[in-house]
């Protein structure tokens, strides 16, 4: 089913002008906007917050937060305003001719992404082309933007100093794991900012890190019959294996001799293990099977002969079964 609107409608009509659409749709509420249109209805007359109130039925703290931040923007003004237009709308032109944009700088975030109001926001969006693109591309990749997350993405791009390409490189890394929360964006994005990765090859580069060490992390929590994501010291130990180029087969092998011996999962016990055969040549589970198949056969052999001590034996005990 398809919409359009009534022409019989078209007897009365005023206009909305598109700078309203193509800037603030996304970042303002639905109150917000339902007072704009009141006011645009009645741009010849002037109004106040009760009589606002009163025509459009929001709410005083609403109607009191919308006028503030439609008048930062630019986009209204009031009598007490020192310079006046005739209407209650400024055009574009207007704005150009009566208010040049503050440079870029002036609306850097403090350093705390939890100072920002909406209005503030809004004049960040109105001078930074920059901050504006990448809001529009954010709001693609994640919808409607909250105001936390909001003053997250100025605080990333202006106190942490990534730009707009790892940002969204970071964004969509974020989608693809289904972590989305600002919080966690903020904490990768911080880690990007320490580690200096800020360019669009840096970025691509470790998304790749990360999605093959959760891979990597996956097939361990399968193999060790997993059902909560590792701890930090767990994954500490992964990371360890995965660096260390131990074969997966290897690590799930060392978990089941785990399990043989002390009955419990213990990453401890089972790195023990793993460093016990990489320090003793083992680079692969047949070579650790050959061993233990030897080492059996070759106590099987000293126990049938009667000696009480063969070197060899003691040799493979100690690499096989010293834990």
Known sequence: MKYKVSAGIWGSIFAVPTVITDNFLKLVSGDSLKILLYLLRNQDKAFSEEEIIAATGVSSSDVSDALIFWKQANIINSDSDAVKTPSIFTTPEDTVSHKEPAPAETFRSPNTRHELSSSEIAEIISSSADIARLFKIAESALGTLSHTQQKSLIWIHDHLGLKNEVIITLIYYCIKIEKTNSAYIEKLAAA????????????????????????????????????????????????????????????????????????????????????????????????????????????????????????EVEKYKIVINKF
Not at 196 to 210: K, M, W
């Open 192 to 311: 990007w900012s320490e580690n200096d990765i800020n360019t669009l090859s840096a970025a691509e580069e470790e998304v790749q890190r990360l999605l093959d060490s959760r891979e990597f992390t996956g097939k361990i929590m399968k193999c060790f019959e997993m059902k909560r994501r590792p701890t930090t010291k767990q994954a500490e130990f992964i990371s360890q294996w995965k660096s260390a180029g131990y074969p997966l087969e290897m690590i799930r092998y060392a978990y089941e001799k785990t399990i043989e011996q002390i009955d419990k999962l213990s990453f401890e016990y089972i790195n023990k293990i793993l460093l016990s055969w990489h320090d003793s040549g083992y680079i692969n589970t047949e070579q650790i099977i050959a061993a233990e198949g030897e080492f059996k056969r070759k106590r099987k052999s000293s126990s049938t002969s009667g000696s009480g001590f063969d070197p």
